[in-house]
């Protein structure tokens, strides 16, 4: 009941948070998991002691996606997936503006900066055209054309499901 009392508070509140990943797998040794987790120890100091966030989430992060961003994750809302119950409780634990100390997930550490709190939005439905722009780590060619042309036409008023079904290379929703 404790746990269900506290997915339902979570659930109202969305967290805008960024984070600093250090990978540490399952299978990982544990010379290889101890030192992860120095890093991941290492990092924290620095952001104690004044380092930017950004500029270690761009420099250091093993996300490389979200590093770019300086480590710019979004708004998530509990209930995460399975291996992230620490994350969780970092996210939710945290006031605006701080950084909690290292956690560790089914991936790895994380060192997590919350940004900003924000009743939750609920949940949103979304569609979309996919056109890949890459087949087999070689370039589509005109794929940018063809996206670019079915934009043109959804500004003109053309049937998004029709064109997503006859255009969309995401076979589950097309």
């Known amino acids: 009941e404790k746990l269900v009392d506290e997915i339902i508070e979570r659930m109202q509140t969305d967290i805008k948070i960024s984070h600093i ?16 987790k120095e890093r991941a120890s290492t990092l924290y100091t ?20 979200s590093g770019m961003k300086g480590g710019e994750l979004g708004y998530y809302v509990a209930m995460l997936p399975e291996g992230f119950y620490e994350f969780e409780n ?17 991936l790895g550490f994380h060192i997590i900066k919350v940004h900003d709190r924000r009743p ?23 794929a940018k054309k063809l996206i670019d042309s079915l934009y043109k036409e959804l500004k003109t008023g053309q049937d998004f499901g029709k064109l997503a079904s006859l255009y969309s290379q995401d076979k589950n929703t097309s």
């Open 90 to 106: 970092a996210m939710y634990n945290t006031p605006v503006g701080e950084v909690a100390a290292p956690v560790r997930s089914k």
């Open 120 to 142: 939750a939005r609920a949940e949103m439905e979304v569609s979309h055209i996919l056109i890949n722009k890459k087949k087999n780590d070689l370039p589509v060619k005109n």
């Open 21 to 36: 990943f250090i990978s540490d797998t399952p299978n990982a040794s544990p010379k290889k998991s101890a030192s992860a």
């Open 46 to 65: 620095k952001l104690q002691q004044g380092a930017d966030f950004a500029d270690l989430a761009r420099q250091l992060s093993d996300d490389k996606r």
